[in-house]
């Protein structure tokens, strides 16, 4: 079963599930296109856990995906929704949408693979109900950062910290990745809580997408003019600043940057802007 998502190496597309994507695990009972084919759905049961991958692989852009999270009593349910190189060194941007038992809140776990090196994970809570409708989960990558954020809202920053010795995602393209998967071990309260099979089949829904990014292999001239790569791109502006702030003063659960017991000496990129 192929899906997939129509890019030319430099131009924006609005994504079309049957022209992008393939289907790595899970088909042909757990991956399937409902509304005419413009929700793909993600299903979990108690005999399989399905996912996806872009065909493509991207070095910098912008890139969005609506996200409908499995309603209900989601615990120890993961579903992932990432950006990965294919290397033992790889770089990696993460969401991870981890589920909870019936009015308890999803938590969103977000980390960050340089050079082959995560541990950077960072939650928050949202403050929708992620299960009850579509909402945006972006990405914007360029030389100087990687922004993370969630329907326009920046909740996290990667920034380009070479200079200090930091690892930056710079050399290696990534393809797009989604899983929903059974994570009971650790997903919901450390494994306390576990899946409820009672419940099954869990399903994930994907709708409107949109990828404007350079392939893999395309060049530096790619990247020339985009509007990601623009001097306005290359920094958070003073809203988007406040945004962030905001996320991390209501909404931030855990930060590998303040974890001690972990890291008694705080990584690198923690001390920098």
């Known amino acids: 079963m192929i899906l997939s998502l129509t890019t030319s190496y430099c131009s924006t597309a609005a994504g079309i599930f049957t ?13 399937k296109l409902v509304n005419d084919g413009q929700v793909m759905q993600l299903i979990l049961d108690n005999s399989t856990a399905s996912g996806f991958a872009s065909k493509k692989t991207y070095l910098f852009g912008s890139i969005d995906m609506q996200i409908k999270l499995v309603p209900g009593n989601s615990a ?40 082959g090196v995560g541990g950077r994970e960072q939650r928050i809570y949202l403050w929708f109900d992620p299960a009850a409708d579509f909402h945006m989960y972006s990405v914007l990558w360029n030389e100087q950062h990687v922004i993370l954020s969630v329907d326009g809202i920046p909740i996290r920053r990667f920034a380009n910290n070479e200079a200090a010795g930091v690892p930056y995602l710079r050399m290696q393209a990534m393809r797009i990745f989604s899983s929903l998967w059974d994570g009971e071990t650790w997903a919901t309260r450390g494994g306390l809580d576990k899946i409820d099979w009672g419940q099954a089949p869990f399903i994930a829904e994907y709708g409107a997408y949109k990828v404007d990014a350079c392939e893999g292999g395309a060049g530096e001239a790619c ?21 962030l702030s905001w996320v991390q003063r209501f909404f931030l659960v855990y ?19």
């Open 76 to 115: 120890g349910t993961v579903t992932a929704y990432y950006f990965s190189s294919e290397t033992s060194n790889h770089d990696e941007v993460d969401f991870e949408f981890l589920g909870n038992v019936t009015g308890e809140p999803y938590i969103l776990q977000t980390n960050v693979f340089s050079n």
């Open 223 to 243: 990247a020339e003019g985009k509007w990601w790569n623009e001097g306005t791109y290359q920094s958070l502006d003073e809203t988007q600043q406040g945004q």
């Open 255 to 273: 930060d590998y940057c303040t974890d001690s017991s972990r890291y008694p000496v705080p990584l690198t990129e923690c001390s920098l802007p």
């Open 19 to 31: 022209d992008d994507f393939y289907v790595t695990w899970g088909a042909p009972n757990n991956v």
